[in-house]
């Protein structure tokens, strides 16, 4: 099988604009899970989608959302992009019978 | 705030040393997952331990789980270049909304040829 697959690899974005990345998971997985990795906080959970739905948020402002399609894809919006936005941003799937989680390369944001 | 804090933050050895690196967390858990991230990519899975579990191998990897303490330990033996990385330890707790797995700041090791 494929594995999970994220675009853009990599985005230059300024202040004030806004930015999607787009993640599909392995063929079969229900479950996508973003999350936001930088040096200073390290791995931080964003959000979880399952068939649709969210199911899990973590602590980010509202400028942070995403959302879930029928056939699994997933993208993650941010608006109003800051300076502390810069970070790489990892997508990952599950498939239901486990928690294993599978991660894509990840999006690497820099906010000018 | 991140659920396991991983010690220590960075290893420094020789190819064919063990390397060992804990996790430390602060709430129950249904499991423990270690994972590998080479420098600035995604994270690969290595292995999953269960709370009612205490050791579990997979090749050259040993994890221990101690819930009592709420610590576990990942072992790396016979260490070779190739497993120069960093290595995050992940909480999974089930919620009613769903599982929430929370990964610790890593311990990045270095493996001198």
């Known amino acids: 099988k494929a594995g999970v697959t994220q675009t853009p690899r990599y985005l230059i974005k300024t202040r004030g604009q806004q930015v999607t990345l787009s993640c599909s998971p392995i063929s079969g997985h229900r479950s996508v899970s973003w999350y936001q990795q930088t040096p200073g906080q390290g791995l931080q959970f964003l959000f979880e989608?399952?068939?649709?739905?969210?199911?899990n948020k973590g602590n980010f402002p509202g400028r942070f959302s995403g959302r879930q399609f029928s056939n699994s894809r997933s993208e993650m919006n941010v608006s109003t992009l800051e300076l502390g936005d810069s970070a790489l941003y990892l997508c990952?799937?599950?498939?239901?019978?486990?928690?294993?989680?599978?991660f894509g390369p990840g999006t690497r944001l820099t906010v000018l | 705030s991140q659920q396991g804090e991983e010690d220590p933050q960075a290893l420094s050895i020789q190819e064919g040393e063990n390397a060992t690196m804990n996790c430390s967390y602060k709430t129950s858990i249904n499991n423990l997952q270690w994972y590998r991230q080479n420098s600035g990519r995604g994270l690969v899975h290595l292995i999953l331990i269960r709370s009612n579990e205490r050791e579990k191998h997979s090749g050259r990897l040993r994890v221990t789980l101690d819930t009592s303490k709420k610590s576990s330990s990942l072992l790396i033996t016979a260490s070779r270049a190739a497993d120069t990385a960093s290595y995050f330890c992940a909480t999974a707790v089930f919620l009613a909304a769903g599982n929430k797995l929370t990964f610790g700041g890593g311990t990045r090791v270095l493996v001198k040829p």
């Open positions: 990952a799937s599950r498939p239901v019978s486990t928690d294993t989680q599978y």
């Open positions: 989608y399952f068939s649709e739905t969210q199911r």
